[in-house]
């Protein structure tokens, strides 16, 4: 069964470092999204995309975080300067249809530890 | 502002018995999608059971089944004849039926299956 991807599992970033998150969502899938969950916290919205714009985005996604598909297989989240409070389990997910009406397909999420 | 309140952090159930997840959710809209999703320990996120909001029937998938509750902002899950591969955390999802794939999720409920 088709599985959306994330690299790496686990990336360690100083303070202010630029960090780029890489999901590889199903193939036939058409929107993408980006979520995370900071350690004790509910796993919270950040961005969703589609037709190569961002069609919604939540107050935590400011302008430190981009989101692109820079080929027909990858979508990648970048944090420009990445801060203390940006730790936390990322996950993209991927659907085929509006989500309502598509399921979100999640991949394993990568762990990011800003230090 | 959308609220999704999972009341029972963790909670046991023996193998072939009932158990019962509790979701409340707050919101305004009328009209809206609620889910239940399933992580497994160290794996993805799926989707378990959808519910949408202006359907009066709940919503069943085999041995997993909804208490849709319109009134009372109720949203609880059935899991019948308990199988050790449900052990996982459930995570009750809210979203808009206008959003572009922002799912507002639930803290979850750790769930343990015991032979």
């Known amino acids: 069964e088709p599985e959306v991807t994330q690299t790496p599992s686990h990336q360690v970033t100083q303070m202010g470092q630029e960090v780029i998150l890489r999901c590889v969502p199903i193939?036939?899938?058409?929107?993408f999204y980006w979520y995370r969950q900071i350690l004790g916290q509910k796993v919270e919205f950040l961005v969703s995309f589609y037709n190569n714009e961002i069609s919604e985005k939540s107050e935590i996604f400011d302008d430190q975080f981009s989101v692109e598909r820079p080929d027909g297989s990858n979508f990648t989240l970048k944090i420009r300067s990445t801060k203390l409070e940006d730790s936390a389990m990322y996950f993209c997910a991927s659907s085929e249809g509006l989500a309502g009406v598509g399921e979100q397909y999640f991949g394993p999420g990568t762990r990011l530890t800003v230090t | 502002a959308q609220t999704v309140t999972q009341s029972q952090p963790e909670m046991s159930v023996q193998e072939a018995e009932t158990v019962t997840l509790s979701c409340t959710y707050d919101?305004?809209?009328?009209?809206?999608?609620l889910f239940w999703y399933k992580q497994p320990p160290s794996r993805q996120m799926i989707l378990v059971i959808r519910q949408e909001a202006y359907k009066q029937q709940n919503a069943t998938e085999n041995r997993f089944s909804v208490n849709f509750q319109k009134a009372a902002k109720s949203f609880s899950l059935k899991i019948s004849d308990s199988q050790l591969g449900d052990t996982a955390m459930y995570f009750c999802?809210?979203?808009?039926?206008?959003?572009?794939?922002?799912?507002?999720f639930g803290k979850g409920t750790k769930l343990s299956v015991k032979p």
């Open positions: 919101t305004s809209e009328s009209n809206y999608y």
């Open positions: 193939s036939n899938h058409l929107y």
């Open positions: 999802a809210f979203m808009k039926h206008e959003s572009q794939g922002n799912l507002i």
